[in-house]
């Protein structure tokens, strides 16, 4: 089966070995104390155009990417259940996505901030052992998302199992009322849900969504029309939306 797809480290230059071994061997890896304490400021900031440039992303998201798959490949004790794992492919990058016994209750960019609590959160809430396989709710979201890269689909019928607090569902709920295309403020979306002071907590409860695209967290903005917060990152968030409005981002496909 198609597993989540850990970056090699083999282009790197030989003067990275020593840091690179590190990171391919040490799961408890706090790489900005590593870059400190065997760099120079300069030292770190070249080694960190280095692996970009010859591994194609940041090192912080290796070391997510490689943490995710650790979770992710553990057997979990006292945990019957069985979760639906696959990696899919978009033009924004990989995405995990983890189905439960009712539907999707994970899909996320492979490396982005946040994974691991959230494949951490799934676990725990669902009770289950993370397997890779291809069935009909994979085969459906693997379709629709490629729709939608297209531009030829707008509302997805892949089956939702959100995973959170009472308030965060209702926030999730929200934002599946964002039409394809439009935006909303974080200021809107409170008033929405009654609660016009609320703003803050809205804010978070968005940043608390597991289920990226699909509960679209990224048709959220600043009251300014500024881009705010994406665990995804900006460009991405950008992305969709200008994809949203048929605005071609070419740089970004």
């Not at 609320?198 to 048709?219: D, E, M, W």
Request: proline letters at 4%; one cysteine or more.
């Amino acid at each position: 089966m198609i597993m989540t797809t850990l970056p090699s480290l083999n282009e790197l230059p030989s003067k990275w070995n020593e840091i690179r071994e590190r990171l391919e061997t040490d799961f408890s890896t706090d790489l900005e104390a590593l870059l400190h304490e065997q760099f120079t400021e300069h030292e770190a900031k070249q080694f960190e155009q280095d692996f970009i440039d010859c591994i194609g992303c940041a090192p912080e998201e290796y070391v997510r990417i490689r943490r995710a798959i650790r979770l992710l490949e553990t057997r979990y004790p006292d945990s019957p259940n069985e979760l639906t794992a696959a990696a899919v492919a978009t033009p924004l990058g990989e995405m995990l996505a983890v189905f439960g016994s009712k539907g999707l209750c994970l899909l996320e960019f492979v490396g982005q901030k946040h994974m691991e609590q959230e494949i951490m959160a799934v676990q725990k809430a669902l009770r289950g052992q993370f397997i890779f396989q291809e069935n009909e709710q994979t085969q459906l979201l693997r379709q629709e998302l490629d729709l939608y890269f297209q531009g030829r689909l707008k509302v997805f019928a892949t089956p939702l199992e959100t995973i959170g607090t009472a308030f965060q569902q209702q926030v999730w709920n929200a934002l599946l009322t964002i039409p394809y295309g439009e935006t909303r403020s974080y200021k809107e979306q409170a008033q929405q849900l009654g609660n016009p002071k609320a703003i803050r907590a809205v804010a978070a409860a968005n940043g608390q969504n597991k289920v990226s695209i699909l509960i679209p967290c990224h048709r959220v903005i600043g009251s300014d029309g500024k881009l705010t917060g994406y665990a995804g990152g900006l460009n991405r968030k950008q992305s969709l939306l200008a994809l949203e409005r048929d605005e071609v981002q070419t740089a970004l496909f």
